[in-house]
Each structure stands twice: as structure tokens, then as C-alpha cells.
């Protein structure tokens, strides 16, 4: 996971940024994640692509099987973003700390609201993904015996309730003789 090799490889958020101090450096150290040095087309998976320099338009390949163009954020959360993969680096790599929304706005020198959307989209497709089977499994059991525990007690209710009124139609029908 990104989040993880990018806080195994970089002690500091200093050292992310003296690191990967260009918006370049930041698009071939993804690709090298993400491909491993070898681009996939992310709409056929052919691997066989071309490097296109479109300086304008930042790095981009281009299948050669289905001749098309995609860049690196292709096939991920942030595809739509318009943020530099920089900035977005640094937030990934501040997300686990918990960081504010307003303190990461001010760190990305980005807007709350933006800061908010972005923290948003690392907490729902890769903190989320942290969670392993294991703890899926042990949430939905303890949901599970939750509803169990409630289950029993509001049967246990419905009982004391029928035991009650059966005492109190004995009381009455003894009365009565």
C-alpha cells in the first residue's frame, strides 16, 4: 500500500520533500510503485506502452495495442484531481496522524473545503483498505453478538411479561372461587 511505502521509505514529511522535490520525480517514483518501472494499460492491461512528452499536459503513456492515452493517476481515487501529485503525496503521508482539515488545507495551501474532499477520499480507499479480513470478521461477530445479547434480553422481557400476567389471571381466577 502506498501509505505504508511511502512511511517505510521517508522517515519525515521533510524528507518526502527534499526527496521528491519535483512534480516529475513525484510521477516516476509512483510509477515505479504502482508498475513496477513498466506502464500497464489501465484500459486493456497491455503492457506494451509508450512514453508520450506532452510537456504541456504533464507525463503520459500511450497503449500500443488499444492506442490509448493515460497518465498515472489513471485507475485511482485521485484521477479526477487536479492537485499535483506532490501535494497529494504529503497528504497521504500525513493522514495517519490524524491531521485536521484546516491544518492540512494550510500545509497544502489548499482550501478547507478541498483539504476535507481529499482527506475524505484517503480515509475511504486506502486507510479503509488497512482493515484485514480478520478484523471485517471479528466487527460483523461482535455486531452479531450485540444483536444476539439484544435479542435474548428483549425475549427475556417478553417472558417476565407472560409469567406476570399468567400470576396475575391465577390471582384472579382464585378469587373468583
Not at 482550501?111 to 480478520?134: G, P, V
Request: with cysteine.
Amino acid at each position: 500500500m502506498i501509505i505504508e511505502h511511502l512511511r517505510q521509505e521517508f522517515e519525515s514529511t521533510f524528507d518526502l520533500l527534499s526527496e521528491l522535490n519535483t512534480e516529475e520525480k513525484c510521477v516516476d517514483y509512483l510509477a515505479q510503485f504502482r508498475w513496477n518501472g513498466k506502464p500497464i494499460c489501465q484500459y486493456c492491461n497491455h503492457d506494451v506502452c509508450y512514453e508520450l512528452n506532452l510537456t504541456n499536459r504533464g507525463k503520459r503513456w500511450k497503449c500500443k495495442k488499444c492506442r490509448k492515452q493515460f497518465s498515472i493517476r489513471i485507475g485511482t481515487p485521485f484521477q479526477e484531481s487536479k492537485l499535483p501529485i506532490r501535494k497529494l503525496f504529503v497528504a497521504l503521508y500525513l493522514s495517519p496522524e490524524g491531521i485536521s482539515t484546516h491544518q492540512l488545507g494550510r500545509v497544502l495551501s489548499i482550501s478547507q473545503k478541498s483539504a476535507w474532499y481529499l482527506d475524505k477520499k484517503i480515509k475511504n480507499n486506502f486507510i479503509a483498505n488497512e482493515m484485514t479480513e480478520n478484523s471485517i470478521y471479528q466487527f460483523y461477530d461482535d455486531k452479531c453478538d450485540d444483536a444476539t445479547k439484544r435479542f435474548n434480553e428483549a425475549i427475556d422481557v417478553v417472558v417476565e411479561t407472560y409469567e406476570k400476567i399468567a400470576r396475575y389471571y391465577n390471582i384472579l381466577y382464585a378469587m373468583e372461587e
